[in-house]
């Protein structure tokens, strides 16, 4: 089970409906796919999203940094040296996305080789999720007809909702009208970016006081260290850390100084292995935790669910797990399905996932 190829494929793929929140938008999915050969004939696969807004990452900076650091630094190990594995990534700062796609790849290899799942490699608690979609920033009457669609088509009932514009008032209304459209039937919650002020979210948190919000995300950034701890002491919610708190010390300093209260995991950028350490953290410490969505595509989608499936922990919220719904296709031979609002992990071996050629011929960038 020795690697012992790794290839960076850039591919492109056209959003139907673009996102746009705080920290930026994103129209065309160009993301890296990462392909893992061991010598016994194993490929393992796994998909990178560069967010250049979030970690500085860009698609050309993945194929760059997998072909000159990562690959020869891997090349020769064998998938179940992970440890070794994982140091040797961890020599090199940053790049979050791209050593995540080799970690996630490795182990839909490790898990072909053994013949398991990763959910159950991971910890095998359940085989699916409850899905929450993620609404961009639009007109309150837009975002109610799209969560309506998401409600009636795929039987979703949490919606994150994308706020953080100025004036506040802009995002307060559409929350406002979502509850108003569909009373206790939904649950919601807000995602900021980091786009408003310490006091602007407070300010925006009080005027929501009466709409249910079930969490509040990265209203303001984390860098503002005592704004947005004298914020997160006092709401009613959770503050739930993303973006500042893409490691596992992020996640310890972001915790024990005050600046959060619940942690997203994202597979996307912590992959499986981090993710893991990142989840026994939060259970340790004692805190809730969201499976974030990267904006991925249904492989990194489906990295997602394998993972939030694997743990009570990760499976008792609903995973951000829809995104690639707004693409408009996708690299998969067998598209993933959102029934009933749930999304089910694939029981494998590995992830379960078989990229269909004609479509990589079509979008690869190379
Ligand atoms: C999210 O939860 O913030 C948008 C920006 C980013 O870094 O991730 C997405 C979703
Ligand atoms: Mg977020």
Redesign the pocket.
């Known amino acids: 089970m020795k690697i012992t190829r790794i290839e960076a494929i850039p591919f492109a793929i056209p959003y139907a409906k673009p996102l746009h929140?705080a920290?930026?938008e994103v129209h065309t999915a160009e993301h890296v796919l990462i392909r893992i050969t061991t010598d016994d004939g194993l490929t393992g696969v796994a998909e990178a999203p560069p967010?250049p807004?979030?970690y500085g990452e860009t698609q050309g900076g993945i194929i760059a940094v997998v072909d000159g650091i990562f690959a020869p630094a891997l090349l020769g190990l064998d998938l179940m040296e992970r440890e070794q594995i994982h140091a040797r990534l961890a020599r090199t700062v940053g790049n979050p996305t791209a050593k995540s796609a080799i970690d996630m790849a490795i182990w839909d290899a490790m898990g072909q080789a053994l013949g398991y799942s990763v959910t159950e490699l991971l910890g095998g608690y359940t085989d699916r999720m409850r899905v929450s979609h993620?609404l961009g920033f639009d007109a309150p009457a837009a975002m109610v007809a799209e969560a309506e669609r998401m409600r009636e088509t795929y039987g979703i009932s949490t919606f994150?909702v994308k706020v953080g514009r100025r004036p506040f008032q802009l995002d307060t209304a559409v929350v406002r009208a979502l509850r108003e459209h569909f009373g206790d039937t939904i649950e919601l919650y807000v995602?900021g970016?980091r786009g408003w002020s310490a006091s602007e979210s407070a300010r925006a948190m009080h005027e929501m006081a009466d709409l249910g919000l079930a969490l509040a995300?990265?209203l303001c950034p984390a860098d503002d260290v005592l704004g947005r701890r004298w914020l997160v002491q006092q709401l009613e919610v959770p503050f739930v850390a993303?973006?500042s708190a893409a490691t596992p010390a992020e996640v310890t300093r972001e915790l024990l100084g005050g600046a959060a209260t619940a942690i997203?995991i994202k597979t996307a950028r912590t992959g499986f292995t981090t993710s893991r350490r990142v989840h026994h953290l939060a259970e340790g410490l004692g805190v809730e935790v969201v499976m974030?969505?990267?904006?991925d595509g249904q492989l990194g989608s489906l990295a997602s669910v394998a993972f939030g499936s694997a743990f009570e922990l990760t499976s008792r919220r609903a995973g951000?797990l829809s995104n690639f719904l707004d693409m408009s296709d996708d690299l998969l031979a067998e598209p993933l399905e959102i029934r009933g609002g749930e999304l089910i992990a694939r029981t494998g071996p590995g992830l379960g996932a078989v990229i269909d050629p004609d479509k990589l011929a079509r979008y690869r960038q190379d």
């Open positions: 929140f920290s930026g967010r807004f979030t993620m994150k995602d970016n995300e990265e993303d973006e997203s974030g969505n990267q904006i951000e």
